[in-house]
């Protein structure tokens, strides 16, 4: 049966078609509308939700906002409602999941940085929608949350993996501690939040061919024979696995020395890794620097606007309106797109810290 969520937004019904069709099209998840024009108040509200018994909730950010069906109270407080009575077992946890605009976003919810506990996920309502990647994410969360819901779990058993003791263990430190009960909504925050949404003990498939040296559009279906061949063994298949595809980090560099004769990934250049992957039988092409800025091919991350491989060195850390965890590795943008201020629509700016280099940069270039 289809995970079926709940939609809360103040806009008509007739402006929210396309984000319910968009959602029941794909077929991944049922999306139903909250009718607000016959649940005005938070605590009618709030009972009807509970009645539905839902496998998630999608709500927009303001909901007291200028909407024709606008409430007097924001998402947060509803979220935050929810969360309580599922702490103390009067309702089952079940997955919130945040949709607004960016300006709304960046405006609200990134300064608000007590509200980001509330929510497992948020996207975008924009002009092109990427309803097929949204609809197998909140697919995701809500069978792993009905998964976590039936017990316990191990660490074992979350990770799908026995030997997470040689990590740092500031990261599973909450896991292992006794005294502290974590709430199925901590768990899912945690493994989606700090262990997906950065690089550092996973990485996602574009820092996973930049550490390899690959350009994937070059290398076309050799670059899935490296996923499936290579890198199979390294994929991450715990909890959230299916909606988010991630590798170990540690495993995917054992796995390169293993056939590299113990050649270490960050002690070679794009070229040279590629040469030892040819060597294994894997006819994939070596990445290129950013033109005309980056010179460097001693890859180590991605430009996140271009999402084209890049060397750390070469690039400019960028803000997040979080603190990073001592595990957690910054992500980056280019001189190219900070020079031309890309990624700003999607709150993509450099940190305070970097804006000195960056000044230095532009002086050399005029």
């Known amino acids: 049966m289809k995970p079926k969520y709940l939609y809360i937004d103040d806009e008509s019904p007739e402006a929210l078609k396309s984000i319910i069709n968009g959602f029941n099209d794909i077929g991944e998840i049922e999306v139903e509308l909250v009718d607000l024009e ?30 024709v069906n606008r409430l007097n109270f924001p998402a947060t407080t509803l979220a935050q409602d929810l969360r309580t009575l599922a702490a103390s077992n009067e309702i089952k946890s079940f997955p919130l ?27 975008e309502k924009s002009l092109t929608p990427e309803w097929l990647k949204f609809s197998i994410k909140l697919k995701s969360i809500s069978n792993s949350y009905k998964w976590l819901n039936e017990g316990n779990r191990s660490l074992d058993e979350l990770l799908n993996r026995k030997d997470w003791q040689h990590f740092d263990s500031r990261i599973f430190e909450k896991f292992i ?34 550490r390899l040296g690959v350009d994937i559009e070059a290398s076309g279906e050799e670059w899935n024979k490296v996923k499936e061949e290579l890198a199979k063994d390294s994929k991450y298949c715990g909890v959230f696995s299916d909606g988010w595809e991630r590798w ?61 491989p890049l060397d750390p060195l070469e690039g400019f850390k960028i803000f997040e309106s979080t603190e990073l965890k001592p595990w957690q590795e910054s992500k980056y943008l280019s001189f190219g797109a900070e020079l031309e201020r890309k990624g700003r629509d999607k709150g993509l700016r450099p940190h305070p810290s970097e804006l000195q280099r960056i000044k230095d940069l532009k002086e050399m270039l005029s």
Request: proline share 4%.
């Open 248 to 308: 170990w980090n540690d495993k995917i560099l054992s796995k390169f020395q293993s056939i590299s004769k113990g050649e270490k990934l960050h002690h070679l250049n794009a070229k040279q890794r590629v040469d030892f992957l040819l060597q294994a039988g894997f006819n994939v092409k070596p990445a290129e620097p950013l033109a005309p800025y980056c010179k460097s091919t001693e890859f180590w991350t991605v430009c996140e606007y271009y999402k084209r």
């Open 38 to 67: 016959k649940l005005r108040d938070f605590e009618s509200l709030k009972t009807y939700i509970i009645s539905q018994n839902p496998d998630g909730l999608i709500i927009d950010l303001r909901l007291d906002g200028e909407g």
């Open 177 to 210: 501690d006794e005294e502290q009960v974590l709430k199925v909504n901590d768990i899912a925050q945690f493994i989606i939040k700090e262990l997906f949404h950065h690089p550092g003990i996973l990485i996602k498939e574009r820092t996973l061919a930049a």
């Open 97 to 123: 999941v945040l949709c607004s605009t960016s300006p709304k976003m960046r405006a609200t919810y990134d300064i608000d940085k007590t509200s980001h506990d509330l929510f497992d996920y948020k996207f």
